[in-house]
C-alpha cells in the first residue's frame, strides 16, 4: 500500500523556520516526482514546491521563492520542504503529493501537517 506522511509542522513566530519531512512506504520516492501543497482555512489548495523524479529539478510558487527549498534524500526515502522567514500567510495545512510529473492534482496523497505562523 503506497502511503505518504508529513511531520515537522507547529507552531513558530513570524521569521522562524521549519523543516517539513515526508516519508514514504510502500514505494521508492525517486521513482516520482514530490509535490508540496498548501491549503489555507477557506482558501483553496494551492501548489507550493515540487521537484521532478529524474533530475531533480525544483518548482516553486513566486510567494515562496527564496524562502522554501525542496529537497529528496532518497537513501531514507524522504523528501523535505524547508521553510525560512517564515510569515503570517504561510500558515496553512501542508501536504507533501506524489506522481510521476509535477502536476497540480498528484495521485497520492498525505494526510497532512498544520504549520501556524503567528506571535
Known amino acids: 500500500q503506497l502511503q505518504l506522511v508529513e511531520s515537522g509542522g507547529g507552531l513558530v513566530q513570524p521569521g522562524g523556520s521549519l523543516r517539513l519531512s515526508c516519508v514514504a512506504s510502500g514505494f521508492t520516492l525517486d521513482y516520482y516526482a514530490i509535490g508540496w501543497f498548501r491549503q489555507a482555512p477557506g482558501k483553496e489548495r494551492e501548489r507550493v514546491s515540487c521537484i521532478s523524479r529524474s533530475d531533480d529539478r525544483t518548482f516553486y510558487t513566486d510567494s515562496v521563492k527564496g524562502r522554501f527549498t525542496i529537497s529528496r534524500d532518497n537513501a531514507v526515502n524522504m523528501v523535505y520542504l524547508q521553510m525560512n522567514s517564515l510569515k503570517p500567510e504561510d500558515t496553512a495545512v501542508y501536504y507533501c503529493?506524489?506522481?510521476?510529473?509535477?502536476?497540480?492534482?498528484?495521485?497520492?496523497w498525505g494526510k497532512g501537517t498544520l504549520v501556524t505562523v503567528s506571535s
Open positions: 503529493a506524489a506522481d510521476s510529473l509535477c502536476i497540480a492534482t498528484m495521485s497520492y
